[in-house]
């Protein structure tokens, strides 16, 4: 059996035909920036939120500046952010001038923890960072609270939780500003890059339009010195074609998680995700101490795996400026040694689930 890691193919099979209507409308309209279609998405999707405000950006990295630039953190700002996230959440940080100051991450969730983060506070502070990784949500009341007692902002990166929720509250709603992605292997991805902020903040919210359009509310005048980062038309209606089913999407991939839980439950030899049950699976991502030798086995089977992610933040060569060396974050350099993401997508039945688990056992046998 072969088994990718990831294929949109079945999620966009059913959606081609509104997905041509959508590019023949465009190209009717001759509207391809912005415009009616952006705006109709970004309700939507601040509602899917539980925000007031929604601002489609050209990307998550985008999405993470504009947010860090409305709160007008610059030079001489520190900025913290787990060791074991994508590197666009720290890339984010150093594009306005920040300090990225790096915390590890908890055993258990893989995540940010009040404790990680208190480690690393300083005079400059000024934001955190969570990241809601593989779809797996940090524990947001107590770094609100942390957040509270220092004066510190809090921006969610939520490019891998759309739709996870902590005690009903849907993540991207517990900041002050937040940033997610559609990069198209997202829970919700557009057919290209696109991005999106999400507030309840309207001040906020109206200097982060300005930031993502040059500056200017009203054509060639510009207030401030802002990015080029708009939402595309057809994205947008892509995306709003896509939202309605993300839900459902979020379900099947919960249900692909617990069967690979139970499938695997008498395996020893490796440590299943630990997610207090509202992850939203971005990625379904096990530990092992044999981790390469086992992702050879399983490729030699058919079975494509990867590593979210081989290299933390602290030991990326981009922030080798940042002064960290190796042992300065020891569970997140340890989760790089260990980990391996299974395939996951909408679409994977059963017997493909079924023949990636009986893999891993042989493996281990
Ligand atoms: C994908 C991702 C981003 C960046 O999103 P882009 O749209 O690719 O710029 C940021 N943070 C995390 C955690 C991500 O997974």
Redesign the pocket.
């Known amino acids: 059996m072969k088994i990718p890691f990831v294929t949109l193919q079945n999620q966009h099979k059913m959606l081609q035909e509104p997905f041509l209507e959508k590019v023949k409308k465009a190209l009717d309209d001759s509207s391809f920036i912005l415009g009616k279609e952006v705006e109709e998405f970004e309700a939507a999707y601040g509602q899917f939120s539980g925000t007031t405000y929604c601002l489609g950006v ?7 500046k504009i947010c860090l630039q409305a709160l007008d953190i610059h030079v001489e700002d520190e900025v913290i952010l787990p060791a074991n ?5 720290a890339i ?1 940080v150093s594009l306005t001038g920040a300090k990225p100051i790096i915390a590890d991450v908890d055993a258990q969730s893989f995540n940010l923890s009040a404790k990680n983060i208190q480690q690393q506070l300083s005079p400059s502070t000024k934001a955190i960072i969570p ?3 593989y779809g797996n949500p940090s524990p947001m009341h107590e770094i609100l609270q942390l957040a509270k007692e220092n004066s510190l902002h809090v921006i969610e ?1 939520n ?2 939780a759309q739709g996870a929720q902590v005690d009903g509250k849907t993540t991207g709603s517990f900041g002050t500003i937040n ?5 198209p292997s ?1 829970n919700i991805g557009a057919l290209g ?3 999106a902020i999400t507030t309840n903040n309207v001040e906020l919210y109206n200097k982060a339009r300005l930031l993502r359009n040059l500056g200017s509310e009203n054509k060639y005048v510009h207030e401030i010195v802002g990015n080029n980062s708009r939402l595309d038309t057809l994205q947008a209606a892509f995306l709003s074609l896509k939202l309605p089913l993300l839900h459902g999407w979020n379900t099947e991939r919960r249900k692909i998680a617990k069967r690979y839980a139970e499938n695997l439950s008498g395996c020893t030899n490796i440590i299943l995700p630990q997610t207090a049950g509202n992850s939203v699976f ?1 990625l379904y991502v096990i530990r092992s101490n044999e981790r390469n030798e086992l992702q050879n086995f399983l490729h030699s089977e058919g079975v494509q795996t990867l590593i979210h992610y081989p290299l933390p933040i602290h030991l990326q060569p981009a922030f080798s400026y940042l002064g960290y060396g190796k042992g300065d974050f020891p569970v997140a350099e340890t989760l790089c040694d260990e980990v391996l993401s299974l395939p996951l997508y909408i679409g994977m039945t059963d017997d493909e689930i079924d023949y990636v688990c009986e893999k891993i056992m042989q493996f281990y046998k």
């Open positions: 050209g990307n998550g990295t985008d999405a993470l996230t994508f590197v666009a959440t984010a990241v809601h990784l990166d490019a891998q940033a997610t992605s559609f990069y997202k890059d696109a991005g971005h």
